[in-house]
């Protein structure tokens, strides 16, 4: 990595040595639209050589103890220098300083999971000796690496996301290339320098930059790569899966994550959680939550607590302490959510607070006199927009829960425990979060969804199992 001027370039992390290319791609702030840097594109070849070194690197020895050793440093320094790995984030995502330092402390932990995991890994031992003309025999099972695993991660949380895929990846003893997203690659190019200096083995990790599409073309069409782990939008997942073959695949996509808040429900509770968990990081998270139904004894109490809590949120310069909102992504995904919006408003939704657009901004929006049918509902917005709507009968909310393509996670406020077992059992999710929002998440947990929401879990125990194959041992004694 080499400064010039004012604006920092990183260069490809290839088998251990940082290249830069002719062609260059711009970084922007988001804040301020300027260019805070400039990251090399890599061309095909760089691309095999990335894959060609990860496959050779499996070669070398990296035992479950050393795996240890490396992923418990790269957390501590990553600790140590959160501040700076947090300004960053504010920088190239856009996300406000004091989220930036939450994602920073979740990726360090994320990673010494992962370590920690790296000495649990086993097999079981299977009866074989129960079968008849086998009593001589016994049976095990061990756990290996799949080998070279292609990691595709996105923008909106572009450091701890690149942790779930690499920690687990490498704890399991397989070797990655990863690609980062094109708009916010700077935090994983800079998590790569960390194992470098903690003493990763050279070509256990690959960092290539540059398009997306291109890129994944030619890791898809690379016969060595032997799994591939993604998190971003269905339409690319499936192309994924279609072009993958008979290899390992796990996908997390999107969601338009449904919450329920039940007559019985703490009213004050559900509208501070959904306020908070509906517009962190400007909605940019496949949980946020986006789709609530309130029952209607409680609509009226519940929505003017939602409103008061949703006008209170500062939004402004994410370097900013105070501002609990940035600005989002790219211009033209403030343009969509806004035309999403103006559409419901249209059709018959009402503004009840926000709906305007601010340059790179969206303000909090909370739409009410919605119906199931409108894109707001029906598609995933990943903007700072939630749709409210009434219902009356548990039956009917789960059935509104469940119409839906995606199915990752649901959130239902109650305080009645028939009501949470019935949804526990038929509402169509990965994971259900009862007195709290569908955006909850920690680390450790399974992570995952079912529909278009994707395939495979992730949680570095889970992930680990992902990324090893099961391999039987048999012994003629």
């Known amino acids: 990595m080499v400064n010039t001027a004012s604006v920092k370039q990183y260069g490809l992390y290839v088998d251990g040595e940082w290249i830069e290319t002719k062609k260059e791609m711009n970084v922007l702030d988001k804040y301020t639209q300027e260019t805070a840097a400039k990251v090399s594109v890599a061309e095909k070849h760089h691309v095999d050589q990335a894959v060609q070194g990860a496959k050779q690197a499996l070669k070398t020895s990296f035992s479950p103890y050393t795996r240890y050793e490396v992923l418990m440093k790269v957390a501590e320094l990553l600790v140590a220098r959160k501040e700076e790995f947090?300004?960053?984030?504010?920088?190239?995502?856009?996300?406000?300083?004091?989220?930036?330092?939450?994602e920073v402390e979740r990726a360090a932990q994320t990673l010494q999971l992962s370590a920690e995991e790296a000495k649990r890994i086993h097999g079981d031992g299977v009866p074989v000796e129960s079968a008849a003309g086998s009593e001589n025999r016994m049976a095990f099972t061990v756990r290996v690496p799949v080998g070279v695993i292609a990691a595709i991660t996105p923008f909106n949380v572009p450091l701890n996301l690149v942790c779930h895929k690499i920690g687990p990846a490498l704890a399991a003893g397989n070797t990655v290339v990863l690609k980062p997203a094109e708009v916010t690659p700077i935090c994983a190019l800079k998590l790569a320098a960390l194992f470098q200096e903690a003493g990763l083995p050279t070509g256990r990790l690959q960092i290539v930059t540059g398009d997306g599409e291109q890129i994944g073309t030619w890791l898809l069409d690379n016969p060595d790569v032997n799994m591939f782990t993604f998190t971003?939008?269905?339409?690319?997942?499936e192309l994924i899966r279609s072009k993958a073959g008979l290899r390992k695949v796990a996908?997390?996509?999107g969601n338009n994550s449904a919450t329920v808040v039940h007559s019985d429900a703490n009213i004050e509770q559900a509208a501070s959680l959904i306020s908070q968990k509906s517009f962190n990081n400007a909605g940019q998270v496949c949980i946020s939550v986006q789709r609530v139904y309130v029952h209607q004894e409680v609509y009226t109490t519940f929505i003017e607590k939602l409103k008061e809590k949703t006008q209170q949120l500062v939004v402004g310069n994410p370097m900013s302490e105070e501002t609990d909102i940035g600005p989002m992504i790219r211009l033209k995904e403030v343009e969509r959510v806004d035309a999403w919006v103006q559409e419901a408003k249209s059709q018959g939704a009402i503004i009840e607070v926000g709906g305007k657009a601010n340059g790179s901004f969206y303000a909090p929006t909370i739409l009410t006199n919605v119906k199931d049918n409108m894109k707001v509902c029906r598609q995933e917005i990943f903007g700072p927009v939630v749709a409210v709507a009434i219902y009356t009968?548990?039956?009917?909310?789960?059935?509104?829960?469940?119409?839906?393509?995606?199915?990752?996670?649901?959130g239902l406020f109650t305080n009645d425990l028939s009501f949470a077992m019935k949804a526990a059992r038929e509402i169509e999710v990965g994971g259900l979060i009862v007195n709290d929002a569908s955006a909850y998440r920690v680390d450790h947990m399974p992570y995952?969804?079912?529909?278009?929401?994707?395939?495979?879990?992730?949680?570095?125990?889970?992930?680990?199992?992902?990324?090893?194959?099961?391999?039987?041992?048999?012994l003629n004694l």
């Open 86 to 102: 947090a300004q960053v984030l504010a920088i190239e995502v856009g996300k406000p300083i004091r989220e930036s330092r939450g």
């Open 232 to 237: 971003g939008s269905p339409r690319v997942g």
């Open 251 to 253: 996908l997390e996509l």
């Open 393 to 410: 009968e548990i039956d009917e909310v789960i059935a509104r829960v469940n119409d839906s393509e995606y199915g990752l996670q649901a």
């Open 448 to 474: 995952g969804g079912v529909k278009n929401s994707g395939s495979g879990k992730e949680g570095p125990k889970y992930a680990i199992e992902e990324m090893t194959e099961e391999r039987i041992i048999v």
